[in-house]
Nanobody
Framework: QVQLVESGGGLVQAGGSLRLSCAASGRTFSSYAMGWFRQAPGKEREFVAAISWSGGSTYYADSVKGRFTISRDNAKNTVYLQMNSLKPEDTAVYYC?????????????????????????WGQGTQVTVSS
């Protein structure tokens, strides 16, 4: 069982930056691939970024590539999402996610159109609002 708690969301102007954090409970955090998803009002939850259990491999949605960076600190049981050059279309609730099947499972599910199917645990979400 893994419990995930996000923090760091807020209101920022377009072009600004935010860093989201996700604190995980449980001794097996380092065995999970971790990811970030987001959901805007009236839209489906979509994949943003993912990172392997070791932190050695990452994977991004095209819409955030070059602007967002995912990282993790297994000693602190925490995963981060650094978001730069934010745009109004980045406005959404951002969810932290854990996948026991590894990064490969996330990328495979995402290639099939539904990265959410690879996820075993979700956080409660944190709101990010980007004003124009």
């Amino acid at each position: 069982q893994v419990q995930l708690v996000e923090s760091g969301g807020g209101l920022v102007q377009a072009g600004g930056s935010l860093r989201l954090s996700c604190a995980a409970s449980g001794r097996t955090f380092s065995s999970y691939a971790m990811g970030w998803f987001r959901q805007a009002p009236g839209k489906e939850r979509e994949f943003v970024a993912a990172i392997s259990w070791s932190g050695g491999s990452t994977y991004y949605a095209d819409s955030v590539k070059g602007r967002f960076t995912i990282s993790r600190d297994n000693a602190k049981n925490t995963v981060y999402l650094q978001m730069n050059s934010l745009k109004p279309e980045d406005t959404a609730v951002y969810y932290c996610a854990a996948a026991s099947g590894g990064l490969k499972r996330i990328t495979t599910a995402q290639a099939m159109g539904s990265g959410t199917r690879a996820i075993d645990y979700w956080g409660q979400g944190t709101q990010v609002t980007v004003s124009s």
